[in-house]
């Protein structure tokens, strides 16, 4: 007679073999991709942290610090990863996603997102809510404690984003400065000029996401061979202060200097402090005001300016259109 606790281990069992072959963990590579499921979490961390050291990842991920690090050289042989040694104990590397990098996890990451979105779909909302709840359940009984708040996320746009990008732009700046349809319309007029001559080599959206939802933008759009213009850089009230606002500027700044341009420019208005703080922290300067009347009121316009050959990206705060 099999005794309780042996029908609950074999449950136990039976679950992880469901799951690991749900989510395609028995495959030699992870959703057809070059990479092993390890390799992938490897990167995706490298991805969404900012500048973890190896130590980190080991602690986190726990992988033999050994085993991590014959990963990462195999990645920096690639050309996927870049390490930096520390300003404060040059014997610890901080790594960071190279542009090739970025550009081989960006698939992995979409197929990822779309297989879960899959899975999603085929249930209704109620059963859906059960089996969230259900997986924070077992996160919490198994890990010994509450789920953190998941962190951010940072990906490139994906159908649907550019409808958000327009939308909460419009509803935001109306509510928090009183900007009509004017400003709306020219949000609308970026986005549809970036998705008709979208240059995927010298332009790129940046959204950042939390919890499912979007809570960011940022572009970096051609003005002309030598120079790049960030725009519609936005932070939802909710996420603002966690560092996703100066996040998505450092990230305009390497990929406008990996991708050849001299110089990143940007057009925004006296009153959005928040933002202008990121530019003046990150070594913008202002090289022009003007006084205008594009959404109604007066208002002060500057544009910034800053020299990608005298860069020095950082970390920290919020918003601007």
Partial sequence: MVSEADAHVAAVRSFNRFYTRQIGVLRKSYLNSPFSLTEARVLFEVAHRDNPSAAELAKDLDLDPGYLSRVLQRFEERGLV????????????????????????APLDRQSHEQAAAMLERLGEEDRQL???????????VGGRQPET??????????????????????????????GAPFEALVAEIVAKFLRDFDP?????????????????????KQSEQVARLRLLLVEPEARGSGIGERLVNE??????????????????????????????????IVKEEVHHHFGEAALGRTWELELGNIRPQMDTDSHA
């Fill in 131 to 141: 089996l969230i709840d259900a997986m924070h359940t077992i996160e919490s009984l």
């Fill in 201 to 221: 080599a010298r332009e790129r959206c940046w959204i950042a996401e939390k919890n499912g939802r979007n809570v960011g933008s940022v572009f970096v759009v």
């Fill in 150 to 179: 998941p962190a951010y996320m940072l990906r490139m746009h994906r159908a649907g984003d550019m409808g958000w990008v327009v939308c909460r732009h419009g509803e935001l700046y109306a509510r928090e400065y009183g900007w």
């Fill in 252 to 285: 305009c700044i390497v990929f406008a200097r990996e991708a050849g341009y001299q110089t990143l420019t940007l057009w925004t208005q006296a009153s959005l402090a928040a933002a202008q703080h990121i530019y003046q922290k990150v070594g913008f300067r």
């Fill in 82 to 105: 870049s390490r930096q040694p520390s300003l404060l104990d040059g014997r610890e590397y901080h790594l960071a996603l190279t542009s090739h990098g970025r550009k081989a996890f």
